[in-house]
């Protein structure tokens, strides 16, 4: 196994599986887990701002008994002060892990490649994966075998959408994406997806067309504008709107079940009808962000499922 996930590709469905099984023993019996990162740190270092992620990684660390450093870029952006390889070889040193929010994937190959602790991605510009483990134990949680699924997304083809991608045809869930033209999911990392679905019989579909969600059990979303896009939600409106995951469009596809990573914009990519209705199991994502993490920290960290 390697030591690090960054693509979330490192894992395999045997793996991911164990994976989100583990992570559903730290929630159901937390007390069994509050030493098993006893003595350990773990830095969290953020390029860009969060809510979710920066609170389930140190209160998640914390539950554990490890300790939580958070570094922004207040005291000297990565490459700025010093090369993204010397923050690496510094936090080695000390730390035995370290999760980063970074702009470009390709920062976090250049920790990975200097750290010899584990590098965990928590969102970049082409993958969000701990937010894909957190989404697939709420669908597991929601529907048991997630094999057996059909998951829609609606929106930007983005890293959350990616990583959506890429684990749902890990587990054999078929996955549909649903984008406007020119806002599709990376054309290589769809490749690698089908390749992977194929072996683990799901499907892959890309269109444009809503119909294309008809029939999901699950439906899911995210903003039109990613952090670092300099696009205002209202300027997207135009594009985007024909894929708003409202109550007549989940109406349509009969799907029992709404996601959303959030932070999520009410009016515009969800309504506040559908984000508060019976369907969403949006809050439960959220709250599994910190399981799924936890069980990440420790089979990385502690070697716990392999
Ligand atoms: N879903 C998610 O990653 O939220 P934050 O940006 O608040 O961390
Ligand atoms: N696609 C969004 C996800 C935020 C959690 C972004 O990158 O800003």
Redesign the pocket.
């Known amino acids: 196994m390697s030591s690090h996930f960054i693509t979330g590709l490192e894992f395999d469905k045997s793996q991911i599986l164990k994976l989100l099984a583990l992570a559903s023993d730290i929630k159901q019996q937390p007390q069994e887990f509050a030493h098993a990162l006893a003595g350990k740190s773990v830095v969290t270092l953020f390029e860009k701002?969060?809510?979710?992620?920066?609170l389930s990684f140190d209160i998640g660390i914390n539950k554990l008994g490890g300790h939580a450093v958070y570094l922004d870029q207040q005291n000297g952006a990565m490459g700025s002060r010093e090369s993204v390889q010397d923050f690496a070889l510094n936090i080695a040193t000390w730390a035995d892990a370290l999760v980063a929010r970074v702009s470009s994937h390709h920062t976090l190959e250049v920790l990975a490649e200097y750290s010899d602790i584990p590098v965990v991605n928590s969102?970049c510009d082409l993958y969000?994966p701990c937010?894909a483990l957190a989404d697939f134990l709420t669908l597991q949680e929601v529907f048991g075998d997630v094999s057996q699924i059909k998951l829609a997304y609606l929106g930007e083809g983005n890293n959350v959408c990616q990583s959506l991608l890429l684990l749902a045809a890990t587990l054999g869930a078929d996955f549909v994406a649903v984008c406007p033209k020119g806002h599709s999911p990376d054309a290589q990392i769809v490749k690698q997806a089908e390749q992977i679905a194929a072996v683990n019989g799901a499907s892959v579909l890309i269109s444009d067309r809503i119909e294309a969600a008809a029939g999901a059990n699950a439906l899911y979303t995210d903003t039109w504008v990613s952090m670092g896009s300099d696009t205002s939600l209202e300027q997207a409106k135009a594009t985007f709107m024909p894929y708003q995951l409202n109550q007549t469009l989940l109406d349509q596809t009969g799907a029992s079940t709404v996601l959303h990573?959030?932070?999520a914009h009410r009016g515009y990519e969800i309504t506040s009808e559908v984000m508060d209705g019976p369907k969403a199991r949006i809050l439960q994502q959220a709250e599994n962000?910190m399981h799924a993490q936890n069980a990440l920290l420790l089979a990385l960290m502690n070697k716990q499922i392999v």
């Not at 701002?49 to 920066?54: D, I, Y």
């Open positions: 701002p969060s809510l979710r992620t920066r969102l969000h937010q990573c959030q932070p962000r």
